[in-house]
């Protein structure tokens, strides 16, 4: 079974901190582009942060520069992003998703998504 799993949502404290992850079953995900979007209630989806299957990674959203971090363990097939310094602006459900191709900034280039973890960052 193809599969992405996110896990590590939850209720967080503006400027607190969470990781994320993303577990892949059934392919490598190292071959393949992941990224990480959000969405917002009544908000459309966005782009975060994707990694290449270089490992090199892709800023897609200015809002979260400096603050969340995309990484990769191969041997666990994850993908994980860190976020800190969260603001009450960051509450979305959390998505990865797998490119064939590339970062592309296009949310449409991604055609295998997981189904998604919830953030919330209130006090």
């Known amino acids: 079974q193809l599969q992405l799993v996110e896990s590590g949502g939850g209720l967080v404290q503006p400027g607190g901190s969470l990781r994320l992850s993303c577990a892949a079953s059934g392919f490598t995900l190292r071959y393949y582009a992941i990224g990480w979007f959000r969405q917002a209630p009544g908000k459309e989806r966005e782009g975060v942060l994707c990694m290449d299957s270089g490992g090199r990674s892709a800023n897609y959203a200015d809002s979260v520069k400096g603050r969340f971090t995309i990484s990769r363990d191969a041997a666990k097939n994850t993908v994980y992003l860190q976020m800190n310094s969260l603001k009450p602006e960051d509450t979305a459900v959390y998505y990865c998703?797998?490119?064939?191709?590339?970062?592309?900034?296009?949310?449409?280039?991604?055609?295998?998504w997981g189904q998604g973890t919830q953030v919330t960052v209130s006090s």
């Open positions: 998703a797998r490119s064939d191709a590339n970062c592309s900034p296009y949310d449409g280039d991604f055609v295998f």
